[in-house]
């Protein structure tokens, strides 16, 4: 059966941080009552970014890697060409894009049927200056 919504993370070094971000996009998703997947592409992490990924006990969650570093833009598309819902959403996994905010990408576009819906922040004072 096909999903409603596949969720592409393309991920990179992030140990430290990946289990939060999954724990907290699974516990996001399971309010949504849509059948989803998640797809963690791991583009040649040179930490124990793997490890963290297999640990996770999670039935929606399928995880590809790569053996080196291809970027970010191969990672999503890798992460498109597996993805099999009928929406897709990609998302960062160091909670820049908070997973909360999922439920209002997906009613946006169903609101507007929109190709495409993405957000702005509107508040970025935390960001460095950089950043910004």
Do not use: C
Request: hydrophobic share 40%.
């Amino acid at each position: 059966m096909q999903p409603d919504l596949s969720i592409v993370v393309p991920v990179y070094n992030e140990e430290l941080g990946i289990v939060e971000f999954a724990n907290q996009l699974k516990m996001n998703l399971d309010q949504l009552q849509m059948q989803y997947e998640v797809i963690f592409i791991n583009d040649g992490s040179t930490d124990a970014t793997q490890d963290k990924i297999e640990s996770i006990k999670w039935d929606e969650l399928k995880s590809f890697e790569f053996q080196f570093n291809a970027g970010h833009m191969k990672a999503l598309e890798a992460g498109f060409e597996k993805s099999a819902g009928k929406l897709v959403l990609t998302m960062d996994s160091d909670l820049q894009h908070p997973p909360k905010y999922i439920k209002n990408f997906i009613e946006k576009q169903k609101e507007t049927n929109a190709d495409v819906v993405y957000g702005i922040r509107d508040l970025r004072k935390e960001d460095s200056l950089f950043k910004r």
